[in-house]
């Protein structure tokens, strides 16, 4: 196995493209280390990604922010324009693992692992974020619900890399929430999560929404129909209620040792909506 | 041993006793300086690997290791064929720790490797190739009873039952306790209530995962250090399995980061042994985490049905139950201490508890503190909660009014000698916690447990060292603090300061045999073993003053750490400090030693009482703890911040056993959560600070009143999560872990029924 720490973009696409065998981008390492100790899976070839500068900032980018795929959650957390901003993107990724795990986790390590369970994701497909992909035939800029395919899986192609997550400009009025359902405290993997956001006009009736879930499916998935739910009203008790039979309707889970189908179901409903009134909190509104 | 007709312990003034100084571990803990099982090193050493059958069931046609042996590093190899089939008793000891013409299991050691390198090891083992027959397998305790289940063992019939079967079956053994007839008592009550309940089976979670090294020279001595509650059973065990004298296998036991019950049993020390041997180097074995779940002893999954009679007025006229455990792959369920125990809190007159032994395609189960007790509790006080409910009687006035006590006839045979179920019922009434208002969608449960405590074999000595300082040697691993309590009890009993002190676990070559650090009998025996060590010293020091003095012996009496002539007609002479007397001791006849020897009995019962707070989100079915309770009899704590430890340890493993914790296997016979992410004990912050209340009810049986605490307070959390847990979602939950899908389904069952009436 061989490993490199380029610090540049274009020196780390063009490792990843030129080697045969399996090679794998190293981010935080918190999943990626962990799969190669469990032996599930055994890359050829390494890159490290954190030597590149770009790739460490956050930066303001036409009103909203870049992210470098490199960046902690511990340095989410603690950039104080970020977490005013998108408050339901930061708790997400504050969500991940620990203390000793947020000071190495990153968002795009979270999406690029496509777990249908990643914390940061179901709040980031809410918050409209986009994934910037440098690679051989140069970069391109995508909605990131499309990174993941399914469990494990994504749409990059060979030598393809996530250089950023683009969040956009924030309308006034906004506000964003994401919560996960586990049995514990902390220090678990999400049996549901949901993430909402939305915006409301002057009169406090929902202009725009948007309403993410994860593991409910074999990847996060946006839910249109419970969007719908919120916009056009006051996101009253009723639009609250069919917020959530329309999280529950949108579902399409497994039975597993972390939770029944009809278990998350019914808790991506519930959760769906206290993540709204959540968010309606925050852009200023009230039930 | 009685307790000191000298000593009164409710008035008795103690110099060191019921104080909490400094434990003497504890620095070495938290620097990282303490060797724990995989701090052992040995020059030359080589890395130990198991491989384990990927089958809950299979049969074995072949092993061919021959692509592994040539791998460049490797250096021995071993499979069954390597150990002798040897005594019947150990049989399945050594079928378990390496599988003999069938994996039992998912998880069960076939093969071991031993090499240079981790990376070797793992390599060979991927190189070692295993024929496998794979049979149909079964998981479940009722599902193995049922006639034409998969059967495990061929030659099993049931022990215990008359006429004995002629056919083999999953069913190792029965069991039956009890007097009087149940059916005649029930037909005296006014309220009957039956009840099934099943529980999970639990791993006991300790931190350190099992590790050993063993070196084997080629004069057939072999050394051994490892991470055990037992060194003595672990040599013992182990000479036998690989056919060597106990005298030629030395066992130091290591620190211990948890073991609950859990290291009572060998597992890769056997394994390690045969590798050394073969490979002539030493070789370490430390398991993963995953191969602790998979091939360690977690404990029982039950299922019992659980029928009770009271009168209106609160009097159990009888009591009923049915335990069926499996202990894994081979006959030990603690199925047989579960039905002793179920009813051993109570004062009755028609009692019957039957127990059943059963086998499935699990890993062997181990001891899991109080084993057998927390899953019975949890039915008993279950279906006692739901009749105090029943008749409007607060469920603690109910316990008092059956509670047993002193001549009490237990359910399980004796009669009791002086216990504090009593006092700790009304300390638990009187606590403001049992009277503090519930938030919304709160419930408060209360349930007891009652636990045996063991004594046993014990040997301690005691060398008194020439500046006066004392080194005590013991021979059971300290799992709970023993080391801090036995240098109180000797420093107590000598008279002088804590911190003069220092004991040590010695190892097998060193002291004579000790059982195993288990049944909570260690400050019970091996205090007591210390005591009279102690006591030993001081007539040998009182014997050296004497000679000094030129005066008889029994002129000499010892005070306050002085020896002092036993009154003026004695003579007038100084007193004579023990360091004074440890000083001269060369001139006067050479070394002081005090040693004591013994099968120790008279270790107290002990009960307690658990109260819980528990929430209930009635949308997700997520419980939390909101606030807990412990109130339990320690007889004389000798060191009360360890007594809490423990009451805690108790009660968070059972929160832990009540709430989230449970084996999951999947349709294959596959452990699906072999690991702490899936496998969900609780974190600190899922846990509201226990709080504890000791009651102190002298053990007659010990010179200070000690009795044993370290397993009782994991007897009542289930029953008492719970009783909050029904009363906070209105609806009785009688299956383990109270998992959020579960609870929902009860709820939402609830719900259901009622929007059809
Ligand atoms: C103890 C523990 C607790 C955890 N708790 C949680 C939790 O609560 N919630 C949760 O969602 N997750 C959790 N995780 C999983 C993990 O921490 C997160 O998924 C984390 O966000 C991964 O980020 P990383 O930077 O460490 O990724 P890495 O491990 O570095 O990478 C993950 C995967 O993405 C690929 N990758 C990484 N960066 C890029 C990139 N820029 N471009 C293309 N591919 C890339 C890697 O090749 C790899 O396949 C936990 C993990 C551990 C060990």
Known sequence: ?287 | MPLDSNIDPATHKFNLVGTRPLRPDGVDKVTGRAKFGADANAPGMLVGKILRSPHPHARIRSINTAKAAKLPGVKAIVTAADFKEGKRALRDVLCNVMARGKALYDGHAVAAVAATSASVARKALKLIQVDYEILPHVTDVDEAMKPGAPLLHDDMITAHVDPAPKKPSNVAARCEFGHGDPEVGFKQADVVIERSFRTEATHQGYIEPHACLASMGMDGQGELWVCTQGHYMVRNTCAALLGMDVSKLRVTASEIGGGFGGKTTVFIEPVALALSRKAGKPVKIVMSREEVFRASGPTSSSSMDVKIGVTKAGRITGALAEIRMQGGAFAGAPVELGAMSAFACYDLEHVKSVGWDVVTNRPKQAAYRAPGAPMVAFAVESVLDELARKIGMDPIELRLKNAAKEGTQSSYGPKYNRIGLRQCLEATRNHPHYTAPLGPNEGRGVAAGFWFNFGGQTCVSLNINIDGTVALAVGTPDIGGSRASMCMIAAEELGIPYDKVRAIVADTSSLGYNDISEGSRVTFSTGLATIQAARDAIGKLCARAAKTWGISPEAVVWENGHAKPSSPNAGDFAPLSLADIAKKAGNTGGPIAGHFEVNADGAGVSFAIHLADAAVDPETGRVQIKRYTVIQDAGKAVHPSYVEGQFQGGAVQGIGWALNEEYVYGKDGRLQNAGFLDYRIPVASDLPMIDTVIVEVPNPGHPYGVRGVGETSIVPPLAAIANAVSAAADVRLTELPMSPPRVLKAIDGKAAGKARR
């Open chain 1, 1 to 287: 196995m061989r490993y490199e720490a380029p610090t540049t973009i274009n020196a780390a696409v063009k490792l990843l493209a030129g080697k045969a065998g399996q090679a794998r981008v190293l981010a935080g390492g918190t999943d990626l280390l962990v799969q190669m100790r469990t032996d599930r899976v055994a890359p050829d070839l390494i890159v490290d990604v954190k030597r590149i500068p770009a790739m460490r900032a956050i930066a303001a980018k036409s009103g909203g922010f870049r992210i470098g795929a490199a960046v902690s959650g511990a340095e989410l957390g603690a950039n104080k324009a970020l977490r005013k901003a998108w408050p339901g993107v930061v708790e997400a990724a504050n969500l991940i693992g620990s203390t000793q795990i947020q000071s190495r986790a990153t968002l795009a390590g979270n999406l690029c692992n496509a777990s249908p369970a990643a914390d940061s994701v179901p709040a980031l497909v809410a918050a409209g974020a986009s994934a910037a992909v440098a690679g051989p035939r140069g970069k391109r800029t995508v909605p990131v619900e499309s990174i993941a395919v399914g469990p494990g899986k994504t749409s990059l192609k060979k030598g393809e890399i996530v250089e950023a997550i683009i969040l956009p400009k924030r309308a006034p009025r906004s506000g964003d929430a994401y919560l996960r359902f586990i049995p514990r405290t902390e220090m678990d993997i999400a049996v549901v999560g949901a993430g909402v956001n939305l915006t409301l006009d002057s009169k406090g009736v929902c202009t725009a929404a948007r309403v993410a879930l994860g593991a409910v499916a074999e990847r996060v998935i946006l839910v249109p129909e419970a969007a719908a739910a919120l916009v056009g009203t006051k996101v009253d008790a009723a639009a609250l209620k069919r917020l959530a039979a329309a999280a529950s309707a949108a579902c399409r889970p497994i039975d597993d040792k972390r939770g029944t189908k009809e278990f998350r179901i019914k808790v991506a409903g519930v959760l769906a909506r206290r993540a709204a009134e959540t968010a309606l909190k925050r852009a200023g509104g009230s039930k």
